[in-house]
């Protein structure tokens, strides 16, 4: 059997993570994978996770099975953090996933239930995985507009242009906020268009929100979810912990299907609850269970919340160093956009040469489309990076 086994493509993003470790320099740059790190170059573990992660060593009693669902304290906390009071909770079916990722998947599985011949519009670029797991499922893409390379911008035009080809019942992938790969993001009036086309096509939004907390605040980056959930017959929300959070590797995260009417919600939550069953059985409860006691706490959300909001201000600095470094050395604005996105990543818009240039010969490790990890970054790497990418030609 296994000798009918071919290669599979190698995950860009985890490959380049490899080849930075095995680098020698000591002066390299990791801006690859989407890791936050502080200005020592350390991911650190929130001290709010610590705390939890004492309080409950100390409560534990058992290690017997959640439900399959998870914790409902978890599916609750997270419909609360993602979606604030925008719908009511009766709307709202929801499962504990292995990270966002886990949900990502599990949506698409729930749409093979629900609507085998349906398409996917995934905005181009998008994170590479998504469409990983879409051609694995057998999915059929399609690709929409959505980066404005000379602009650093969206092409909002061009996005709503192609999803004019959407057929009721299609699914309109959407990053909830902080865009990954590119870092640019729809205006709340654009979402608002986004809504409306949902609504007089019938497409159902599907919306990937992996780094609440890093754009503009936890509420400003649900904002956009919060509306379309609101203002929609029904959407699919894959949330994840990892980033915001800082437990990446407990793998973490949540899918929420939301229908306006609530009568769909017990078959929802029962067909989100199966596909658990068969592809995973349980949830991890670990991550899960630090997540709600900090949300569910007043002191620690109180100090997770100060944390992370000096986890995103410190990147927002880090992008006005970049954008006014650059601003210098190039003599010219063309880099203004760095300052202009949200979240961990920006697009610079490089060739693949000049990306492998800067690896090559500056030890820059960034992905093969330009895509760098802002939280990569700090004080004395920026100017480093400036100077690096004028002097390959950028
Ligand atoms: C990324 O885009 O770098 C992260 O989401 C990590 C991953 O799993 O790819």
Redesign the pocket.
Known sequence: MLTNLKEQPA?K??ALMQAFRADPREDKIDL????YRNAEGVTPIMRAIKEAEKRWWEEETTKAYTGLAGDPAFTEAMTGLVLGDAVARDTVAAVATPGG?GAVRQAFELLLLANPDARVFVSDPT?P?HLSILKHLKIETVAYRYFDSTTGGVDFDGMMADLEQVRAGDVILLHGCCH??TGANLTGPQWDDVIALVNRTGAVPMIDI?YQGFGDGLDADAAPTRAVAAGCPETLIAASCSKNFGIYRERTGVLMAVAQDSGLQTVTQGNLAHLNRQNFSFPPDHGARLVSLVLDSDDLRADWQAELEGMRTGMLGLREQLANDLRELTGSDRYGFIAQHRGMFSRLGLSPDLVEKLRAEHGVYMVGDSRI?IAGLNADSVPKLARAIVEAGG
């Open positions: 995950d993003i985890l690859g994978v989407g890791v990722t994170w995985n990954n790969p992996a990890n």
